[in-house]
Structure formats: C-alpha cells, structure tokens
C-alpha cells in the first residue's frame, strides 16, 4: 500500500511561497473516474468500514451483557423443599450495568463517527 501512496501522492512547492512544500495527489489520476474511485476506496476503509466494525463489536458486546444479565436475574436457586427466585434488589445493579454499557456503547460509536465526518467529507469534497 505504500508504494501506492507513493505513486499517489507527491512533494510539490507552493506557486508563490517557494519555501512551503506540500504533499498533494494533484494530477495523479489518469482521469476523474479514477480519482473518485480511489478517494470512495479510501473513504470506505478509513470511515466506514472501521464504523461498521466498531458498531458490530459493541452491539455484540452489549448483546453478550444483556443476555447474561438477563441469565443471573433469572436464575432461581434449588433447595430440598423446591426452587426460589433471587431477590428483586439483585436486579437493581445488573439493570444499571446494562443502560451504563448501552450509553458507553452510544457514545463510543458516536464520537468515533462525528469526530471522523469532516474528514469523510472532506475526501469526496
């Protein structure tokens, strides 16, 4: 992939302050196809695909919480006489594990996806 970006990208000075340079990919494509191609490429491996990832990872983590949780607060417990259910207070903290790990989820995914939109934007601009 390197080799690639270094047949892309290239140093070139500024037309009028010739101490600046810069590394731009300024007719680097054959035509505009293939630039649009290559920028929706880059775009889709650099925002959403790592998106997709991040969202599927913790949806499957919060899936796994959820039905554990839901496991431990249905449990009853077997005695000679027959079984009992757990009490409701033990509930409580499993009930606020799951909103919590559901807003750090939210929040997670969020940031990564507001924090990377401008320069998703910015790609196909």
């Given at each position: 992939?390197?080799?690639?970006?270094a047949?892309?990208?290239?140093?070139?000075?500024?037309?009028?302050?010739?101490?600046?340079?810069?590394?731009?990919?300024?007719?680097a494509?054959?035509?505009?196809?293939?630039?649009?191609?290559?920028?929706?490429?880059?775009?889709?491996?650099?925002?959403?695909?790592?998106?997709?990832?991040?969202?599927?990872?913790?949806?499957?983590?919060?899936?796994?919480?959820?039905?554990?949780?839901?496991?431990?607060?249905?449990?009853?417990?077997?005695?000679?006489?027959?079984?009992?259910?757990?009490?409701?207070?033990?509930?409580?903290?499993?009930?606020?594990?799951?909103?919590?790990?559901?807003?750090?989820?939210?929040?997670?995914?969020?940031?990564?996806?507001?924090?990377?939109?401008?320069?998703?934007?910015?790609?196909?601009?």
């Amino acid at each position: 992939m390197s080799r690639f970006k270094a047949l892309v990208f290239r140093v070139m000075h500024h037309p009028t302050v010739p101490d600046f340079q810069q590394c731009v990919s300024f007719d680097a494509f054959s035509n505009q196809h293939q630039e649009l191609a290559y920028n929706v490429t880059c775009l889709f491996a650099m925002y959403f695909f790592p998106l997709v990832v991040i969202t599927v990872c913790y949806v499957c983590i919060f899936w796994e919480i959820n039905t554990n949780s839901k496991e431990i607060s249905g449990k009853s417990v077997s005695t000679g006489t027959g079984r009992i259910q757990l009490r409701r207070s033990d509930q409580r903290p499993l009930a606020r594990a799951r909103r919590r790990t559901l807003r750090m989820t939210v929040t997670i995914v969020s940031v990564f996806a507001f924090c990377w939109l401008p320069y998703a934007t910015m790609t196909l601009w």
